[in-house]
């Protein structure tokens, strides 16, 4: 089965950075996109920025010009950069994958709804 692991959340101050990853492990045929979700106490679930496998990206409105996505299709793994770090980016962020899966010898699927554990950002002074 595949699994997605996030790695790199943390404690930091307003105007700093950190970065997150995502691993997809498994038996990965191909990565349609990859994405980052993030959701606060009392909120929904909202979309932070995805990427295609052609490379082409999308951020939320409140993320453009201080985040940024990127991925490493060799390793399956996609990265959020995130600079000039806001209280209000307070969340826990969650990977998620859309990609074709081996289901057996030789067989696929795809599957639009891998979720990561999802890790934890506090910006906080």
């Known amino acids: 089965q595949v699994q997605l692991v996030e790695s790199g959340g943390g404690l930091v101050q307003p105007g700093g950075s950190l970065r997150l990853s995502c691993a997809a492990s498994g038996i990965i045929r191909s990565i349609v996109a990859m994405g980052w979700y993030r959701q606060a106490p009392g909120k929904q679930r909202e979309l932070v920025a995805t990427?295609?496998?052609?490379?082409?990206?999308n951020y939320a409105d409140s993320v453009k010009g201080r985040f940024t996505i990127s991925r490493d299709n060799a390793k399956n793994t996609v990265y959020l950069q995130m600079n000039s770090l806001k209280p209000e980016d307070t969340a826990v962020y969650y990977c998620?994958?859309?990609?074709?899966?081996?289901?057996?010898?030789?067989?696929?699927?795809?599957?639009?709804?891998?979720w990561g554990q999802g890790t934890q950002v506090t910006v906080s002074s």
């Open positions: 990427i295609t496998s052609g490379g082409s990206t």
């Open positions: 998620n994958a859309d990609l074709w899966y081996g289901t057996g010898y030789s067989s696929s699927r795809r599957q639009g709804g891998f």
